[in-house]
């Protein structure tokens, strides 16, 4: 693997000197150059935070996946490491696919899916899936293990194993997809992290026909109950729901080891964004939740190829579950950090078809604004960054709309969500180069999706459409 990480390293290093930079995130984790899809592996281990991610580093483009890497002291400065994993070993041979990490006795143990083509490269009809280990002392060179967990009978989709430890066991959780093309989630148990048990228990199942696979499974105790967390593929729109290509969401729980999951809360999305997908969580050091996604969408425009890198990481999030066993979903304190200064806007009462420039060039900043929504009539008000970008209140439908618009890339179209009913709305939104985060009331819902500004072209404004909208609190600080 040595060679052939060098190599990658050799053509990354080439990539990056002709990189540009103008949609290039500025405190995004995004990759040195290359490919970037889900994050995997992220962990606290001996003092610091790690991230690998789903990487190609020969091109801008899917391709065979190695594992790139970063490591960080806060989750928000990183620093590029050399690649992970490299696939081309008999178990992996076409690619190192998703998987996680684990801490265990000073060392760094990642699990991930080797994946094989049978029948030609991009033919998922055909494929060889198993889960495989690969251990490191220093938590930067890793050496192979093997496959540690084979495909079941029955299934040929089985994939990005989430590992953990409790109650005096290791276990594994593995999205697959049935003979019946039923997504689901398989669950395994070891006690040493090398020999896994041949049984495993279907943990959840899909209810909706449609839907074939769960990719990424995540399950983790939050608050009294189990979170799982998934990446289900097939679902269909409905309303204001599952409007992008692939959907990411989560269901609520009971738990406990040999006992069946016992479900409360249904399937709901975590983020009502356009590029939202295969998060994955882990603890921080001082045990909070915190969860990472891919700030992509498969099949979407991706205008950055051109510019010699592709993909990002969304911020970190803080996730908690309110007392309806709803995630609360907020971006870490650390990102406090970024901040340079602050600019208070003063508050007041946009009227009718009026708007106010915030700031002249909003490409790496944090904005907070507090609408009075009872005092705010308008048919339509929030912010315009640029010609491209708008988050708003929709009164008319009651409902909070983020909407992107860049022709150039064939990138158009909205999503949105029910406005919760408060009487004021609070519009905390995270914007870099190429990226837009809202999280509305201190994390009831989230919107997260990639925008593609032209440079000079990111003028933040606030407006309101027909009759007022009254402003109570805004500030703004330059990241
Ligand atoms: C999710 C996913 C995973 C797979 C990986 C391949 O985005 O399709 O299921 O392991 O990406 O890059």
Known sequence: MKQRIELASTALNQARQTLQHQFYPNYHLAPYAGWLNDPNGLIYHEGLYHAFYQHHPFS??????????????????????????????EFDRDGCFSGSAVSHNGQLYLFYTGHIWLSGEGDDSHIHQSQCLAISHDGIHFEKKGVVVPCPQGYMHFRDPKVWYQ??????????????????????????????SENYQVLAKTDDKNVYMWECPDFFSLGEQFVTLFSPQG???????????????????????????????????LDMGHDFYAPQTFLAQDGRRIAIAWMDMWESAMPSKAH???????????????????????????????????IDIAPCTLTKNSSLTLLDEASSCE???????????????????????????????????????????????????PLPQTRHLKVRAFIDKSSLEVFINDGELTFSSRIYPKENER?????????????????????
């Open 235 to 269: 679902k269909k729109p409905q309303g204001h729901q599952y409007r992008n290509l692939y959907q990411n969401g989560y269901l609520v729980g009971n738990w406990s080891p040999n006992q069946p999951y016992e479900i409360t809360n249904q399937f709901s999305e």
């Open 459 to 479: 003028k933040l404004k606030i407006f309101t459409i027909n009759q007022q909208a009254k402003l109570i609190q805004g500030t703004i600080w330059p990241l």
């Open 308 to 342: 010699g890198w592709c993909g990002c990481f969304t911020v970190p999030r803080e996730l908690t579950l309110d007392d309806q066993g709803k995630i609360i979903s907020n971006p870490i304190n650390e990102l406090t950090s970024l901040r340079t200064e602050q």
């Open 60 to 89: 801008a483009d899917w391709g065979p996946m190695h594992w790139g890497h970063a490591t960080s002291e806060d989750m928000i400065h990183w620093q590029h490491q050399p690649i992970a994993l490299a696939p081309g070993d």
């Open 367 to 417: 904005i907070e604004l507090i609408w009075d929504l009872q005092q705010s009539p308008a048919e339509k008000f929030g912010f315009w960054l640029g010609d491209g970008a708008e988050f708003f209140i929709d009164g008319q439908n009651q409902q909070l709309t983020l909407s992107r618009h860049y022709p150039e890339y064939a990138i158009s179209g909205y999503r949105s969500a």
């Open 167 to 196: 109650d005096d066991r290791w276990w594994m959780v593995v999205g697959a997809r049935d003979s019946l093309d039923q997504g689901q989630i398989l669950l395994f148990t070891s006690h040493d992290l090398l020999t896994w």
